[in-house]
């Protein structure tokens, strides 16, 4: 297969020091590592950016030009890994009245008003819209390090050396636009009016969930991305997703974390050994 991969991971904030993370960066480097040393991608094959690089346009324009390049053929296996922040904006699309979206915190992301800008910031509609016009004969596979909702947030991730990748939204009148509202979120549209088997998605949480950041034997990372990174070594390509997924939900419990881990793809797929469906 032909590969390309966009891994991001933003610690720092241009306009929101404060929300400074610490593990994303180090999720960067891990994905980028494990996609060369299991998945057949060389240093070539996989574009980063970190921080300042990770804009809103880099982001999207990397992906425009790596879908691009797959519907042109150049392509046959695409990889998006994605460490950061997540927030919530009112639905966009219009298409659902009582429901929220899913959005993603670039370096430059910024406030217009009362509400997040919305070119400063990635929505899930903006993700799903792109993705869904690849070829079926591509594989994409997507990972999100991210929060979907701050109602997730438990005491014990307060006491233990850990940050939610969450942002609330940016004033209480943005907030109360989205309270009480269904998200549906990417897990969802990402499955819609799409070539199924062709698309799997792995996200840290669950949509009611925070995403850590956590300090893991010394040294800082998404906890999701440290587990995932950590079982397809050990089981080098051998397991399926099924059981990968499984085996990271156990680590994450015995490591008192609360959130819990989501694959989201046609059954099977989820059935097969990794090795077995990027040949």
Known sequence: MKRKALCVGINDFKNYPGAALRGCVNDVRDMSTLLQELHGFTSDDITTLTDADATKANIMNNLKTMVDEAKAGKHSYLVFSFSSHGTQ?????????????????????????????????????ELHDL????????????????????????????LL???????????????????GRATRGLTRKFMLQQPIVHHILWAGCRADQTSADALIEGSWHGAFTYFFCKEMRACQNRLSRKEIINMVREDLVEGDYTQVPQLECEATVRNKSVAILEE
Not at 133 to 149: G, I
Not at 161 to 179: D, G, H, N, Q, V
């Open 131 to 158: 993705f869904v016009t690849l070829p079926e004969n591509v594989l994409l596979e997507v990972y999100l390090d991210t929060c979907h909702s701050g109602t997730g947030v438990r005491a014990i991730d307060f």
């Open 161 to 179: 050396t850990r940050k939610p990748r969450y942002l609330p939204p940016p004033s209480l009148k943005a907030f109360k636009e989205i309270e």
């Open 89 to 125: 904006v009112p639905d966009l699309s219009g298409d659902e009245d009582d429901a929220a979206d899913e959005a993603f915190c670039p370096h430059d992301l910024d406030q217009a008003g009362d509400t997040w800008d919305p070119n400063f910031i990635i929505t899930d509609d």
